[in-house]
């Protein structure tokens, strides 16, 4: 049965990638390999190395840890600074009266746009990558913990307040826990962002890194080798939101509202 | 054990809506006290003024001689919007725990208190289930457990039982009296139900409609063992019923006074 589940909502997936071999191998162009020929390139571009390092090749330790790592840090920067920031300003209850036009201002700049800034601030360095990533994935984290924290619901206030529950208890124990829904959907489209912005920082401003190579591949009409690195890019987001949505999913199984709806 | 003395609120300064006007009660160590009065008469508002969730614009409440200024140390309070006022990330058991972690008691003392409180109100293997697990009732049954389990000596109610079905609120307020007897506290309860008042009740007060004032103070003379459908159909409850009835009728039916 799970066999069966697994197969209908892959068979989509799978229909799309063979119409692509089949185009692909019609159209005969070099800026379009089809899809074997990209699998190809891959493996022998990644899994091709010795046995030792689990047939991993060098380029993978170089580009692949290494965009992984910026990834890593910029994202997990972010959220400690957006959730951290955020928690303050939504407790502070004028706060947002006047940092709200700044703070939508500098969230509607595209990030991307500032990697030029960002280049002559701290030039090609990890530092840089990570400062382009911390700053275009921290807003939807603040503001949606900004909007989680003040939107804790009054009679949870009044209840607090009955029982004196001291701020520490307070914030830790029912404000934040209140906020987490919101916060993970800030989490989430951040963490998508942060994939986009560590390869567009990486395509400009870095020497090694998965973007980095992508730039190195197209250069040299590399072209299959350029196609393996826009897939891996595409699984690559799709397994880390999976693994977030995971995360959201056992973090907030209190969420459910009737009995009816559990199984069991 | 608490008194209340001209306590009235005006909300937004000068030329606010007057909520309450002069209310002056007592409430007697070990009694049932039931507030009883039309809807939107200010009874909410009354009962934030003595928990001391709100200051009163005028008037004062002593708790056990002291006067309430902020929440008082020794009060505990059930609302009425039980799937709102408990934590639904957190157990049952943590919920009923959750008041008692910064008062000084060692874990294993905070989980016998909460499993004793569990069992009075009749949940007492649940400690393990979440709110939304539980039905309305059991969630209500599970904010009274975690009042009583602070010890209180004054237990406030505002209309517990007004969002739960008819059979529910019957079986809950057995469940209040005999919870009452056995940790024998001091309640005080806000309500609209005119019966479920005098079945519950010591004394009953009644309040006019807004602005609220005490227009009666009823001893309910109907004994210790109450019984739904005996107690109900008794002689005493019917007169009672019907005093209740005209007080809160007639006053609304009188011009507002200036």
């Known amino acids: 049965m799970r066999m069966h589940g697994f197969l209908y909502r892959w068979a989509v997936f799978l229909g799309a990638v063979v119409v692509w071999e089949l185009v692909t191998r019609a159209a005969q162009s070099p800026f379009f390999p089809p899809p074997t020929e990209i699998v190809d390139a891959a493996v022998q571009k990644w899994f091709s190395g010795p046995a030792e390092s689990l047939f991993l090749t060098e380029e993978v330790h170089q580009d692949l840890f290494a965009s992984m790592g910026r990834l890593a840090a910029g994202w997990l920067l972010a959220v400690v600074l957006g959730v951290g920031v955020g928690a303050l300003l939504g407790r502070w209850s004028n706060a947002m009266d006047y940092c709200g036009p700044l703070l939508a201002f500098l969230r509607a700049t595209p990030a991307p746009v500032l990697i030029p800034v960002f280049l002559v601030l701290l030039g090609i360095s990890t530092q840089m990558q990570i400062s382009v990533i911390v700053f275009g994935v921290i807003w939807p984290i603040l503001l949606n913990t900004v909007d989680g924290v003040r939107s804790v619901d009054q009679i949870k206030v009044d209840t607090a307040r009955a029982f004196r529950i001291p701020r520490g208890q307070w914030v830790f124990g029912v404000v934040l826990p209140a906020a987490l829904p919101k916060i993970f959907a800030g989490l989430r489209v951040s963490l998508s962002l942060s994939l986009v912005l560590m390869v567009v920082s990486e395509l400009v401003g870095s020497t090694n890194g998965i973007g980095y190579r992508l730039m190195y591949d197209q250069r040299q009409f590399d072209l299959p080798d350029m196609w393996a690195g826009i897939v891996l890019l595409g699984v690559l987001g799709y397994v880390l939101n999976t693994v977030l949505l995971a995360v959201e999913r056992r973090a907030l199984n209190w969420q459910q509202t009737s009995p009816a709806e559990r199984k069991g | ?258």
């Open chain 2, 1 to 258: 054990m608490l008194t209340v003395s001209g306590l009235g609120h005006r909300y937004g300064g000068k030329t606010g809506h007057l909520a309450i006007e002069d209310l002056s009660f007592t409430v007697r160590t070990g009694e049932l006290a039931c507030i009883v009065g039309p809807s939107g008469c200010g009874k909410s508002t009354m009962l934030r003024c003595i928990s001391g969730l709100i200051t009163p614009t005028t008037g004062e409440v002593h708790l056990q001689g002291e006067q309430v200024e902020g929440v008082p140390a020794d009060l505990a309070v059930v609302f009425q919007d039980y799937s709102r006022s408990l934590f639904p990330w957190l157990s049952v058991r943590s919920n009923v725990e959750f008041p008692l972690r910064n008062r000084g008691l060692g874990k294993a003392e905070r989980r016998e208190r909460a499993e004793q409180a569990l069992e009075s109100v009749g949940l007492a293997g649940a400690g393990k289930k979440y709110p939304w697990q539980l039905s309305g009732g059991m969630q209500q049954r599970v904010a009274i457990a975690r009042a009583l389990a602070c010890r209180p000596a004054l237990l406030l109610m505002d209309e517990p039982f007004a969002s739960v079905d008819a059979q529910t609120r019957f079986e809950l307020e057995d469940l209040l009296l005999r919870a009452r007897k056995q940790f024998d506290s001091t309640v005080l309860l806000v309500t609209h139900d005119i019966d479920e008042s005098i079945y519950l009740a010591d004394r009953v007060l009644v309040l006019s409609k807004s602005p609220a004032s005490v227009i009666a103070d009823l001893p309910v003379p109907l004994g210790d063992d109450r019984d739904q459908i005996t107690t109900r159909q008794s002689e005493t409850f019917i007169q009672l019923r019907s005093e209740v009835a005209k007080l809160l009728q007639v006053r609304s039916a009188q011009p507002a006074e200036s």
